[in-house]
């Protein structure tokens, strides 16, 4: 809905071998493995979890260990179901906040949203213009002022300076792009992702 061209690939690249959502819960239990206090947040879209079913979506999620889904197309008014499920499997529903969203809308949204809201900084895509930053704040302040959950802001943060700057009014600074893009830089490369994103949320989360 709002991924620009870097996300859109990565989704096309995922097409081309095969991903599917089993193998997203598949990866977060290994991970889980090795890591039992880090949490997991799945962002994406609702059709591959109508597919596998709702209920046994969300038992998956959590036998995998999924803290957060951040369903970008499903809209509170028609999350209810969803939600339900969400809360007796031990799994926070998050959703997204728009520069355009009305006062009365936030506070629709933050009465069914659990975890934290994020905060889309711009009205473009995903990777693309930086926001102005004053004005994300405010609307920060203004989204606060309806709900007690923590406030991420993402979209349009692409280095240590502007994620040093959201950090200065945002509970989370959320990066997708910049750290996408790497990796399909070195896709034929793939043995050099681990250490060469690590340094890059290394380096970011140093100017926080």
């Known amino acids: 809905m709002a991924d620009g061209p870097t996300i859109q690939r990565s989704s096309e690249r995922a097409l081309k071998y095969g991903t599917s959502l089993r193998d997203v819960l ?8 090795q890591d039992n206090t880090t949490p997991v947040v799945l962002m994406g879209y609702l059709n591959p979890i109508e597919s596998m079913g709702y ?12 803290d957060g889904v951040l369903t970008v197309d499903l809209p509170p008014e028609e999350g209810a179901e969803f939600e339900q499920l969400c809360e007796q499997h031990n799994i926070d529903p998050i959703y997204l906040i728009a520069p355009t969203t009305t006062e009365k809308r936030i506070e629709k949204i933050s009465r069914s949203a659990r975890g934290f809201i994020y905060y ?3 009205k473009g895509v995903t990777g693309g213009e930086v926001p102005d930053f004053s004005e994300v704040s405010k609307n920060v302040d203004m989204i606060r002022s309806k709900s007690p959950l923590p ?9 240590a300076q502007s994620a040093a700057t959201v950090g200065e009014f ?3 600074v959320v990066i997708g792009s910049v750290l996408v893009n790497k990796m399909e830089e070195l896709q034929d490369n793939p043995e050099q992702i681990p250490d060469v994103i690590s340094g890059i949320i290394s380096n970011i989360h140093s100017s926080l």
């Open 26 to 33: 598949e990866i977060v239990a290994e991970f889980r493995s």
């Open 55 to 66: 209920r046994y979506f969300v038992e998956s999620a959590e036998i995998a260990g999924v």
């Open 120 to 122: 889309v900084s711009v």
């Open 151 to 159: 406030v991420g802001v993402g979209f349009g943060i692409k280095d």
């Open 170 to 172: 945002a509970d989370a």
